[in-house]
């Protein structure tokens, strides 16, 4: 007796495992890069578009700041003024200094977000925009 | 020497990355040609593995039983110890491979004043579920990176193991245990003289190599930061086999998915294909059906017999003439 029958129902099995992502994203909805929009009032009055420190930083390290920002305003309590690279002072806040510039939540938080199935707590307390939905 | 060497060729093979996309900005090589050659090495190797382990035969059944067998009605069997039906196979490997089983009676021989006693040795089996388990649920977290519409059941997982809601981004509580349970699993090795005798370069290798991707995985996430939106276009690149390297992705990155390469590369060679192994225990995945069913041994041959009737029918005249007693006048 052999029991390669059942063997092959494995294999079969692992084969289906290995490309199931691919069976899935073709069955799915097609996912294109995301490309976050900058096209705000607020930024647009800007003369050079900057934000607290610099594109590739925030980019990568965007959650760091925010998560230093909240320890620092509500846990530790000493000063809400956020010196940058440059010396720049900033206001520590989400709504008031962050959500003024980027005042599209939908088309600039969540566009990215959204992609990479990540679910910030931020609006857990804050009150998120009211936006409408284009 | 059976530590050194696995333990320096993963600080080589860290180096390697780290200079092959530094020094070199051999992006296409380590992150296109690699990954593919090392999956290509990975699903092929694991299937010939197989395939060479479905050719031997099985003659009879061999399980290692710790329960009742079955018999008279009125004598109570054990289903799952001393299964005797395919479902009792499959509640027993279920429990075999999730949970370990085998393992969790795992015990420990030793001289208590001229007596030998055994005692229960769960250490093992804790850490080996701890790393398993992790492991296990780090790969699905991961598909993240694979899948274009992320299904809610994923976006569960990630949840309930960031639930500690510990920094930004959330601390995976996955990542403390894996590296964890790598660490004592090395530790044990090294610490028990019996253990550390016959323990091999091929069984640290995978340790050294297992704890370098976590470690890189977590300075990754939680310290040197990368570009991860640029990640996932390269991870669906590879699946859409149009892979395009995304731009200023942390060298961070290359080293971690090179370790991975090396990881997949190396796996149908190595211990690791334990992964297939355990569903292919013979030991464990017969039922104990020996003197129900008829096993026919497939190497045995037709043997030419001659039967006594058959003897008979050809002697017949000659066995009569001597006087010989035939059954068949």
């Known amino acids: ?134 | 020497m059976h530590i050194a060497v696995p333990f320096f060729t993963v600080i080589f093979l860290v180096l390697i990355a780290y200079a092959g996309i530094e020094a070199a900005h051999l992006h296409v090589l380590f992150g296109i040609v690699i990954p593919y050659a090392a999956f290509t090495v990975f699903v092929l190797g694991f299937i010939l593995r197989v395939r060479n382990w479905g050719r031997s035969p099985v003659p009879f059944r061999i399980p290692t039983t710790c329960g009742q067998q079955k018999s008279l009605p009125w004598i109570k069997a054990s289903t799952v110890e001393n299964p005797s039906s395919t479902f009792g196979v499959i509640v027993r490997m279920a429990l075999e491979i999730l949970f370990f089983r085998s393992l969790f009676r795992n015990l420990k021989t030793e001289m208590h004043e001229d007596r030998v006693v055994y005692g229960s040795a769960k250490w093992l089996w804790l850490a080996g579920l701890a790393f398993h388990w992790s492991f296990l649920i780090i790969v699905i977290r991961h598909f993240r990176f694979f899948l274009g519409d992320i299904p809610f059941v994923l976006e569960m997982v990630e949840g309930l193991d960031a639930f500690l809601q510990i920094g930004a981004p959330l601390l995976y509580t996955t990542d403390i245990i894996i590296l964890g349970a790598v660490t004592y699993l090395f530790l044990r090795r090294v610490a028990i003289p019996q253990l550390k005798y016959i323990s091999l370069a091929a069984d640290y290798f995978p340790l050294f190599l297992i704890f370098g991707i976590a470690l890189s995985g977590v300075l990754m996430r939680y310290f040197f930061k990368v570009h991860v939106v640029g990640v996932k276009t390269l991870t669906m690149g590879w699946l859409s086999l149009s892979p395009v390297i995304p731009e200023n992705v942390g060298v961070i990155f290359y080293i971690h998915l090179f370790l991975i390469s090396v990881l997949l590369a190396y796996f149908p060679f190595s211990k690791l294909m334990h992964v297939g192994g355990v569903f292919l225990s013979p030991t464990r995945n017969l039922i104990n059906n020996n003197r129900m069913k008829r096993h026919v041994n497939p190497w045995d041959y037709p043997v030419h017999v001659h039967t006594y009737e058959e003897y008979e029918e050809e002697f017949r005249d000659k066995m009569k003439s001597v006087g010989l007693p035939v059954e068949k006048e």
Request: charged residues 25%.
């Open chain 1, 1 to 134: 007796m052999y029991d390669g029958n059942k063997i092959i129902i494995g294999l079969v099995v692992f084969g289906l495992l290995i490309i199931s992502p691919i069976l899935y994203n073709t069955l799915g909805k097609a996912s294109v890069p995301p490309e976050p929009d900058i096209n705000t009032p607020e930024i647009n009055k800007m003369v050079e578009k900057k934000c607290v420190e610099p594109k590739s930083f925030m980019r990568a390290n965007h959650m760091q700041i925010l998560n230093d920002w909240r320890d620092e305003v509500v846990r530790v309590g000493k000063t809400r003024t956020y010196v940058n690279g440059e010396g720049k002072e900033f206001n520590m806040s989400l709504q008031n200094t962050c959500m003024k510039c980027h005042s599209n939540k939908k088309n600039f938080c969540d566009k990215c977000h959204t992609y990479m199935a990540v679910k910030p707590y931020c609006w857990d307390c804050h009150i998120a925009p009211k936006e409408k939905t284009t």
